[in-house]
Each structure stands twice: as C-alpha cells, then as structure tokens.
C-alpha cells in the first residue's frame, strides 16, 4: 500500500541513518552546495568514466545492430526507473534507490556476464581469488574511478556506505520471495561471493528485485526483435497468458510493480504473490533455456574468451619487476594505444607516475606480480565491448 514503509525509510530519524550517510573519508564541500547526500552520489556517478562507458556494453546481446536493443546502460536506467516507482509509492527514500540503480553494475566487465566469467577464471588461476562484477563495482566506485573535486585534485568517488551497500548486495539471481535488510553494520569487504548478505537498508533490497524485475521481461523482447524465439513463440505466449499481439515488456513491468507493492509490508518483507513468484521463475527458466544458453549466442563468446585472454597474456607477459615499464615501452612500436594507454591508467594508482594532483589511494606496488597481474584485470574489466576489440585487433594486426 502507499507509503506502507515510510516508518522504515532512510531518512535522519532512522536508527541507521548516521552508518548509512558515512564515507570512508570526510567529502569536499561547497558552500553553495543544494544536495543531499544521497543526491551528491547520484551526480558523482553519472559524471564518472565507468558510468559513461556503461552505453558501450553489452546486456545480453553483443552488437546488435539494432539502435533499440537493450545496451548495460538501458537497463541501469530501466532499475532507477523501476526502484524509483516501488521506493516512491512505498513512501522510500528515492534519492537513495536512485544512486543504488545507476551504480549498480559499473563493475560489469565487456561482454556481459559471458566476460565476467572469463575474468573470474583468470583470476582463480593466476591470482586465487574470484572475480563477480558486485564485488568489482564495489572496488570500482572506492580505489579506481576519479573525479576532479574542487581545486582540481582526482580523488576516488567516496561514496556513502549505503550505496556501497547496495552495489555489492544487489545480486538478482534470487528465487525467494520475502526480501528484508540485514541488521548488522559490516565492514562490506566481509563479501566472499554474491548474494551473501542481505542489502543493509530497505532501499538497498528494492533496488535488488527492481534488478530482476528489469531484466527478466527485456530480455525477451530484445530476443523476440531479434528472431531467436520464432520457433519458441507459443511456448512464451502460453507461458505469459497472450493469445495473440506483441510482446510487451512495460506490460509485464508494470503488473509486476503493482503485485510487489500490494503484497509487501515491513513485517512480511518486499515479496510477490505466489503467483507472480511463480510466474517469475517460469520467465526466468524460460529465458536461459531459450535465451542465455541458445546456440546462436555461442560463437560470440568463444570469440570473448580469445579476445580477453590475448589482452590480458600480452599485459602479463611484460612483467619483468620494476624493469616491467622498459618491457612495455619495447612493445610500444607494434601497440602504441595499448601500451600508452595502459601505463597512462597504471599511473594513476602506482607511485610510478607524477601524484602532484592525484588525492585517491596508491593500488600497486610493481615488486609485487600479483599487483600488477590485478591491475591488468582491473583495466580490461573497465573496457567497454568495442574499446576490447579495438585492443585486440592491434595486437594481432600489423
């Protein structure tokens, strides 16, 4: 019902409004400054570099060349728009939801999921970590994306805790009903894989099923304008309850917004009738046996796989210690936009180049292989699609 949940929304008379509002360091102000803190997120977002690069990478099909064919950045914008009905009607703070769903994929990789599947197999093998695009957003938006503050130093983006939060707890691989935030105020680097806690804060929980919310019903009309389900197109009708017509996915939206808002209180949590849950994950089954796991996807992520891993081993191969940076200026002659371009981004974070106006932290000590063997994972991981390929095809080209 409206504003069902306004007694449990962020705002300063919330028991965990000071943990929610604090940032890893004091934040630059202005004293004409209008804006909430929530509002200073949303803007330091859309004006970093991974937010913009977000419209040159895939959702689920790479380059379409349909204009209308959803790219990461659509459905980001679908999720703020999405999280911004529920949190709005159910009496929320929307400027929290708002910079939750803008920022909750920048740690996408190139290529979508199929990308980061890639990444996260270099890292087990290389690095014995894991790679998971929740967990590279969070280090994204703390020790890699700059924004010039004030007096025209770069600093890290020093967002408050609970859009951090909402970052790494956004993972909408979910098939539970009932949503509720957690209690307890943890040090977010506690995250050991996807989905292990809940979000800290009812905001943080909305921008999580609108996630699913905004993909389930996208995604299959993307693949129904694309003809990859015109020989499964009385399964879906039968699936949705059409007879006949087109596909439409703000119908779908819509119906799904209304039952969650209707069925949801603070005492039962954010959930769906059984018979939109069920509903659902009749969608979601449908869209990886018809959609994700179709064979006409599979030569596309062959390709993926050569092209990261040829970026990622050429990198590699140059490391030599601190003699590292005279091996790359040797390949420079045969890659001059990867090698320039990459020590201009290694910069940033190492003591190697000139900090007189960098203020973010120092990332990598180039003593240390497996500083350097992360940093090349952390710069393809930010590529978009096209920037990967362009990379890719200097390498082999001559």
């Known amino acids: 019902m409206r504003n069902s949940f306004s007694s449990v929304s962020m705002s300063n008379t919330n028991p965990k409004w000071n943990n929610t509002i604090s940032r890893l360091s004091p934040l630059y102000s202005r004293n004409n400054d209008i804006r909430s803190e929530f509002e200073r997120d949303f803007t330091r977002i859309i004006h970093s570099n991974a937010y913009r690069r977000l419209k040159h990478k895939t959702q689920v099909f790479y380059s379409p060349q349909n204009d209308h064919i959803c790219t990461r950045?659509?459905?980001?914008?679908h999720v703020e728009s999405i999280s911004y009905t529920i949190s709005h009607y159910l009496g929320l703070n929307d400027e929290l939801t708002r910079a939750i769903a803008v920022s909750h994929d920048l740690g996408h990789s190139p290529f979508g999921h199929k990308g980061?599947?890639?990444?996260?197999?270099?890292?087990?093998?290389?690095?014995?970590?894991?790679?998971?695009?929740?967990?590279?957003?969070?280090?994204?938006?703390?020790?890699?994306?700059?924004?010039?503050?004030?007096?025209?130093?770069?600093?890290?983006?020093?967002?408050?805790?609970?859009?951090?939060?909402?970052?790494?707890?956004?993972?909408?691989?979910?098939?539970?009903?009932?949503?509720?935030?957690?209690?307890?105020?943890?040090?977010?680097?506690?995250?050991?894989?996807?989905?292990?806690?809940?979000?800290?804060?009812?905001?943080?929980?909305?921008?999580?099923?609108?996630?699913?919310?905004?993909?389930?019903?996208?995604?299959?009309?993307?693949?129904?304008?694309?003809?990859?389900?015109?020989?499964?197109?009385?399964?879906?009708?039968?699936?949705?309850?059409?007879?006949?017509?087109?596909?439409?996915?703000?119908?779908?939206?819509?119906?799904?917004?209304y039952d969650l808002c209707n069925n949801s209180s603070p005492d039962k949590g954010l959930c769906f009738s059984d018979q939109s849950l069920e509903l659902m994950n009749k969608i979601k089954k449908f869209n990886y046996e018809y959609i994700y796991l179709s064979d006409i996807l599979k030569p596309s992520d062959n390709y993926f796989s050569v092209v990261i891993e040829q970026i990622y081993n050429t990198l590699k191969n140059t490391y030599n210690g601190t003699k590292t940076f005279d091996q790359l200026h040797k390949l420079k002659k045969f890659y001059p936009n990867l090698v320039t371009r990459f020590i201009d981004w290694f910069d940033n974070f190492s003591t190697l180049g000139d900090r007189k106006n960098l203020k973010n932290k120092v990332l990598f000590d180039i003593e240390k292989p497996n500083d350097y063997y992360f940093a090349i994972v952390l710069y393809i991981a930010g590529m978009t699609d096209k920037f990967a390929i362009d990379t890719y095809n200097e390498i082999i080209g001559f």
Do not use: M
């Not at 950045?73 to 914008?77: D, M, P, R, T």
């Not at 809940?198 to 993909?215: F, G, H, L, N």
């Open 73 to 77: 950045i659509e459905h980001v914008n």
């Open 116 to 257: 980061e599947k890639i990444l996260d197999k270099i890292c087990k093998r290389d690095l014995n970590s894991s790679f998971w695009h929740e967990k590279n957003g969070l280090f994204f938006i703390d020790n890699t994306e700059l924004l010039e503050d004030n007096e025209g130093n770069k600093q890290n983006l020093n967002l408050t805790y609970g859009v951090r939060d909402g970052i790494i707890s956004h993972c909408g691989e979910i098939d539970e009903n009932s949503i509720k935030p957690r209690e307890d105020f943890i040090s977010l680097d506690e995250y050991q894989y996807p989905n292990q806690f809940a979000p800290y804060t009812w905001e943080a929980c909305v921008v999580k099923i609108s996630d699913k919310i905004s993909y389930i019903g996208r995604d299959i009309e993307d693949a129904v304008t694309l003809g990859i389900l015109d020989e499964h197109l009385d399964k879906l009708y039968d699936l949705l309850g059409y007879t006949s017509g087109t596909i439409n996915n703000t119908v779908i939206i819509n119906n799904l917004i």
